[in-house]
């Protein structure tokens, strides 16, 4: 079956402590983004990638790094720099170009902050 | 991202009832404008999307209504059922709503 997967699905971490999360796609998109959700604020724009090696700061990436070495992997790092980085993220792929805004989206992971 | 404006916030409505959410947008380059649906714990997905050829779309219970000349487009669900109960996020030109959390009462 196509479709993205993210992991973990629950993460905790210490504060101080840089982390990753996994975003795999087998739905052979060019375009992957990654979201943070928080509650009653939607979904914001960390990162995202149009194609491989290549990445573009949305509009809350301080404190985030990304990477894009692989057309189907898109991890992303939450580094001790994020002030407040509980919260639901999400990955997202789509094909650039067409449709813009038809993404279709993993099922998340909850960081918590210790 | 440009800014999308999402009401309300969220709305409670009975089983059977309608449900109406409502977006406004700026300027657009691309001619699609989807909602999203999410429930609690797992990943949004497509739910119906509209081009703006026509001024109203229909998928079952799921009606999108476009006003281009007014830059809005609104998603109504009709007889609603709890399993509806779910947040809804319109999108345009790669910006999304804030979400609207519905909630059916049996």
């Known amino acids: 079956d196509g479709g993205i997967t993210q992991s973990p699905k629950y993460l905790f971490r210490k504060e101080g402590q840089n982390v990753t999360l996994s975003c795999e796609q087998n739905?052979?998109?060019?375009?992957m983004y990654w979201y943070r959700q928080d509650p009653g604020q939607g979904l914001r724009l960390i990162y995202y990638s149009q194609i491989v090696n290549d990445f573009q700061k949305g509009d809350i990436a301080e404190g985030y790094s990304v990477s894009r070495e692989k057309k189907e992997s898109f991890p992303l790092t939450v580094t001790s720099a994020q002030k407040n980085p509980t919260a639901f993220y999400l990955c997202?792929?789509?094909?650039?170009?067409?449709?813009?805004?038809?993404?279709?989206f993993g099922p998340g992971t909850r960081l918590t902050v210790l | 991202q440009q800014q999308v404006k999402q009401s309300p916030q969220s709305l409670i409505v009975q089983k059977g009832g309608i449900s109406i959410i409502n977006c406004a947008y700026e300027n657009t380059a691309f001619d699609y404008f989807p909602w999203y649906q999410q429930f609690p714990g797992k990943g949004p997905a497509l739910l119906i999307a509209?081009?703006?050829?026509?001024s109203e779309k229909k998928e079952g219970r799921f009606t999108i209504s476009f006003n281009k000349s007014a830059k809005q487009f609104s998603l109504h669900i009709m007889d609603s059922q709890p399993g509806d109960s779910a947040t809804y996020f319109c999108a345009a030109n790669g910006g999304f709503g804030a979400g609207t959390t519905v909630t059916v009462r049996a």
């Open positions: 739905l052979n998109h060019d375009a």
């Open positions: 997202a792929s789509s094909v650039p170009g067409l449709d813009y805004n038809e993404q279709f």
């Open positions: 509209i081009r703006p050829d026509v």
